[in-house]
């Protein structure tokens, strides 16, 4: 019996250590990680640059609190600001924290340009925000939400891509809208690029700030820095954090000036986040990140892995429905035969680590490091997997 709190269905796996895109067991057993903790390992195990980074940080100052100025963090403000639509960036430890900034980041920008009473929020069914009271009630899932007292008052929310309803939802109360332009706990769906436009001038149209919840879909997965460059669009404010840390929990809000206003001196604030020793992790995963051709090398892996599941899909389908997601964020929706919990373990016993996602789906986040030679090795695996929750196979 563990003293962990049992809120998690854990695989029976205890990982000594990591390199590339690979784990081995305490027992000593290997696995091809296409999990990438949850798209946080972008940069795989053990990255050298990573490694150098916070060995070296942790040797001058890892902590010292933001009641004093921290110049790697104004350097990774920075870079992330020249690298996007934002002006200011405010630091977290995890995706929620950075949610939940843009969300207040939203409500005072309408607290103090005159309209208090405009503090909704719109959200998409299949959504996933995080795990604090305000994000449940955004993602509005009634798996979150069930038993944790009243939901958070101010949330709103309307179907995946149901345009009509979208505009019957937007009140003279509504703040903002957000979303994840690929969802990613919801089953690895991409946004079209004409709805992220559509909604942009819809946004405009009512003066309303477009959110983005780009923990997951952000920082080089799905071959752009960002996902909702792929529509040519521009965010009032954007939640990052997974791979931005490549291991290391950090998160960030960024937001352009005007969507800021509001959060002046005193009105929000974190102890850890934004210290030194997070800051120059996140500093080392851009180095590499913004390298020239790392993000469009991402897109020409995609491309590859995709071809290489069309492939698998022509080979099982009656298993598969559907190959989806965007870039390395990539989404195998399985037939209502199979379920997506099997395949993930038929995948595991074989050495493939894997991911289940909403809407039946097998999650595919191998690090952005990925190679050919793994990829293929991948979906030999997955071949095996599928052959082996095959419903005839196991009738056998
Ligand atoms: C993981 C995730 C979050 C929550 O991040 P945590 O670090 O677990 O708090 C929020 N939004 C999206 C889209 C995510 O994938």
């Known amino acids: ?64 609190s933001n009641l004093f100025r921290i110049p790697d963090q104004e350097r990774l403000a ?19 924290e950075a949610v939940e900034c843009s969300l207040k980041a939203a409500r005072r920008y309408h607290h103090v340009t005159g309209n208090p009473q405009r503090y909704r929020v719109l ?32 949330f709103d929310q309307v179907g995946f891509g149901d345009h009509e309803a979208l505009k019957g939802a937007i009140t003279d109360e509504t703040a903002a809208i957000i979303l994840e332009p690929v969802q990613g706990e919801g089953g690895m769906r991409a946004v079209p690029p004409q709805c992220l436009r559509g909604l942009r001038e819809l946004c405009d149209a009512h003066g309303i700030l477009l959110i983005l ?29 997974k791979a931005l840390g490549g291991g290391f929990p950090i998160g960030a809000c960024l937001m352009t000036k005007d969507a800021g206003q509001g959060l002046v001196a005193g009105t929000h604030g974190t102890t850890y986040g934004g210290n030194p020793l997070g800051m120059a992790v996140g500093n080392a995963v851009l180095d590499v990140v913004l390298e020239d051709g790392f993000v469009s090398g991402v897109a020409d892996k995609a491309l590859r892995l995709k071809q290489m599941l069309a492939g698998l899909q022509d080979a099982h389908p009656d298993l598969i429905e559907d190959v989806r997601g965007l870039g ?21 016993d074989a050495g493939l680590l894997t991911v289940p996602a909403g809407d039946n789906t097998v ?10 030679e793994e990829m293929s090795e991948a979906i030999g695996i997955l071949n095996t997997a599928f052959t082996a929750v095959r419903p005839s196979a196991a009738a056998e």
């Open 123 to 154: 959200s998409f069914e299949g959504a996933f925000h995080g795990r604090t009271l305000a994000t449940i009630a955004a993602g509005n899932q009634a798996k979150h939400l069930d038993g944790f007292g009243p939901k958070v008052d101010g």
């Open 363 to 372: 999650r595919l986040l191998p690090p952005l490091i990925i190679t050919e």
């Open 328 to 348: 390395l964020m990539i989404g195998v929706k399985c037939r209502d035969t199979i379920t997506n919990a099997a395949v993930v373990s038929a995948a595991r």
């Open 213 to 241: 919840d780009e923990v997951q879909c952000g920082v080089g997965r799905t071959g752009k820095l960002f996902a909702h460059e792929w529509a040519g669009i521009q965010p009032d404010i954007m939640a990052i954090a």
């Open 78 to 96: 920075e870079r992330l600001c020249d690298a996007t639509f934002a002006e200011q960036v405010f630091f977290t430890n995890s995706g929620a």
């Open 1 to 64: 019996m563990s003293a962990v709190l049992p809120t998690y269905a854990r695989a029976d796996l205890e990982f000594a250590e990591g390199k590339g895109a690979r784990m081995t067991t305490t027992d000593g057993r290997t696995f091809l990680d296409f999990s990438s903790g949850i798209a946080v390992n972008a940069l795989g195990h053990s990255h050298p640059h990573l490694v150098a980074a916070i060995t070296e940080q942790a040797q001058k100052i890892w902590h010292t």
